[in-house]
């Protein structure tokens, strides 16, 4: 992928990268603290509707234009029917800015928890001191920012260099890591309680917030919306079979995010946390628990460091919706896109990562800096998004995206017509409900 426009030599290759884009700090860091602050299991539950219908499908319409398109975003809606569906692919360039922006601040507070769990904080004598540690960090001036920089360094050189895919080798020892992370969290005395609240639906807790909240969470988690999964797309051969890998992908985030709920939860309700943390969750509650562990120290330096690994590979296709933009659209070379694109991202982040501290008092239209970045990506931008790439391939250039999604051999594979209707009808309601009732 470094140098010209190469395509993946596997259908497995595919799979891997689109996979690694959407496991990430989506899943470890952002879905256990929205199913802590929105009930658990009712959570749960719209989340996986959301996702088996709508999200799968938008996959699958992201495929499909990134390969008939062969380009990015932008590219790929000028190269296919241009005018204003162009927009939709600056959207996307646009979004996927302001999300890594505050992804790469969360990917510092990673790297930072593996340098001070190695250094040995975990030797506070009480569960709850792991607040403190975690308010007091990122409310310092200087730390975060300096592990934000960090993060968007090596988010740099992975897409100057094209080197993700070595990145993506380590993500099978992360899954082991978080198994055997469920396993001690399901084992901690009062993990029930923990365990009930994920399982057990309260449904007087399904409210439009917690509905808007579930379907953000469901295109961020899965990496909808903003044209990363067009630009992978781009770098498809004509054999590889859509659907079966938009059902790979979407399985295995899905079974990452349920398994991180199951190392988050119990052990929130063991060490009696407040489920509704927020932001903060899953970094207080992870060192409590590697505390309690045999190894802690090195196993939860680990985890850590594969955790940052796994933003990374998320932050990498981010980045590269902006990066193939400026190469393929302005003529740019791949370093020095990665380079400008990235400081400047490096920019919008700073603000997000000060007000947890020093900006802490500064509230535009109610919310922090993180927060309004977080609530406009997740919860506008990428629904619009989704609407307009579900419209696109449902009604714009229907029949010949539907014939690119086909099998090999030219059939169309077995849910063609249930995918027609989603993209057509169900998506596009379904996703304009939820934007304006949210707004
Ligand atoms: N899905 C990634 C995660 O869960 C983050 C991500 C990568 C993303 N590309 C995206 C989110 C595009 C929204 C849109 O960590």
Not at 20 to 37: I, R, T
Not at 123 to 134: E, I, M, P, R, Y
Not at 138 to 164: K, S
Not at 364 to 373: A, P, Q, R, S
């Amino acid at each position: 992928m470094a140098g010209g426009r190469g395509s993946f030599a596997s259908r497995l290759g595919f799979i891997l990268a689109a996979a690694g884009s959407a496991v990430g700090l989506g899943n470890v860091w952002k879905f256990p603290y929205l199913a802590g602050a929105h009930g658990g299991a009712v959570f749960l539950i719209v989340y996986l509707g959301f996702v088996f219908t709508i999200g799968i499908s938008v996959m699958l319409a992201e495929f499909a234009i990134g390969r008939a398109g062969e380009k990015n975003p932008v590219g790929a809606f000028k190269h296919l029917k241009g005018g204003a569906w162009t927009g939709v692919g600056y959207l996307g360039v646009v979004g996927s800015c302001v999300i890594l922006s505050f992804y790469s601040v969360v990917g510092g507070w990673t790297i930072a928890y593996a340098v001070k769990t190695a250094a040995g904080m975990l030797s506070l004598a009480d569960a709850k001191a792991f607040g403190g540690t975690f308010g007091a960090f990122v409310a310092d001036p200087l730390q975060p920012i300096l592990y934000h920089l960090a993060f968007m360094a090596m988010t740099i050189a992975i897409v100057a260099r094209g080197i993700e895919r070595a990145c993506r080798l380590l993500m099978p020892l992360l899954f082991v890591i978080v198994v055997v992370l469920c396993a001690r969290s399901l084992t901690l005395l009062g993990a029930m309680a923990g365990i009930k609240f994920f399982l057990n639906p309260d449904f007087s807790k399904l409210t439009g917030a917690m509905v808007t909240a579930a379907l953000g969470q469901a295109f961020f988690s899965l990496s909808l919306g903003m044209g990363s999964m067009i630009t992978l797309g781009s770098y498809l051969s004509r054999q590889t079979h859509l659907a079966g890998s938009a059902l790979w992908v979407t399985s295995l985030d899905t079974l990452i995010a349920i398994l991180a709920g199951f190392m988050i939860l119990p052990a929130v309700f063991a060490f009696g946390f407040d489920p509704g943390a927020g932001p903060g969750l899953s970094f207080i509650t992870l060192p409590a628990v590697f505390a309690k562990m045999p190894w802690g120290a090195g196993f939860g330096t680990l985890f850590f460091v594969l955790l940052a690994v796994a933003a990374l590979t998320s932050a990498f296709s981010l980045l590269e919706v902006v990066v193939a933009f400026l190469v393929d659209e302005k003529g740019w070379t791949r370093a020095k896109a990665a380079y400008w694109a990235g400081s400047a991202i490096f920019l919008l982040g700073v603000p997000s990562s000060l007000s947890f501290g020093a900006w802490e008092e500064l509230k535009l239209f109610g919310k922090g800096f993180f927060e309004l970045m977080d609530y406009a990506a997740s919860n506008v931008m990428l629904l619009l998004g989704g609407v307009l790439i579900a419209l696109f391939v449902g009604w714009v250039v229907s029949p010949r995206i539907m014939a690119e999604t086909a099998h090999r051999d030219g059939k169309l594979f077995r849910l063609a017509p249930a995918w027609r209707v989603i993209c057509r009808y169900v998506a596009p309601l379904a996703i304009a409900w939820v934007l304006i009732s949210g707004l």
